[in-house]
């Protein structure tokens, strides 16, 4: 006798199918985030930049898996702290011309 998948037990793995899918979007959209954070170390290395900016450059990456009305640089779109318009890393390539 063919053992036959309940509806309940087919429901449960598509849930699990759906997590795991979930989870591999999850990783691929915290890669960006990982990269912000290794821009904002190597910021935090060089002298020229405050803590505080590297902070700000971390909470903008954070706050960006929870919102989707982040501020984006005008430049390379990175999400970057209220209030910027180019992020530290294009600021710093002197791009847009701010200071
Ligand atoms: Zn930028």
């Known amino acids: 006798m063919r053992f ?6 087919r429901r449960r793995r598509k849930l699990a199918k759906r ?3 979930a989870f591999y979007a ?3 959209k915290i890669a960006p985030v ?8 190597l ?3 060089d002298k020229t930049r405050k803590v505080a900016e590297s902070v700000a450059i971390l ?3 954070v706050d960006e898996q929870y919102t989707e009305n982040a ?3 005008v430049v390379c779109g990175d999400v ?3 209030g910027r318009q180019v992020c530290y890393i294009c600021e710093k390539r002197g791009g847009g011309g701010l200071k």
């Open 4 to 9: 036959k998948i309940s509806k309940k037990e």
């Open 59 to 61: 909470r903008a990456a």
């Open 19 to 21: 997590q795991l899918n």
């Open 26 to 28: 999850y990783i691929k």
């Open 80 to 82: 970057i702290p209220e």
């Open 71 to 73: 501020e984006h640089c």
């Open 43 to 45: 910021i935090l290395i």
């Open 34 to 41: 990982l990269k912000k954070i290794a821009s904002a170390t």
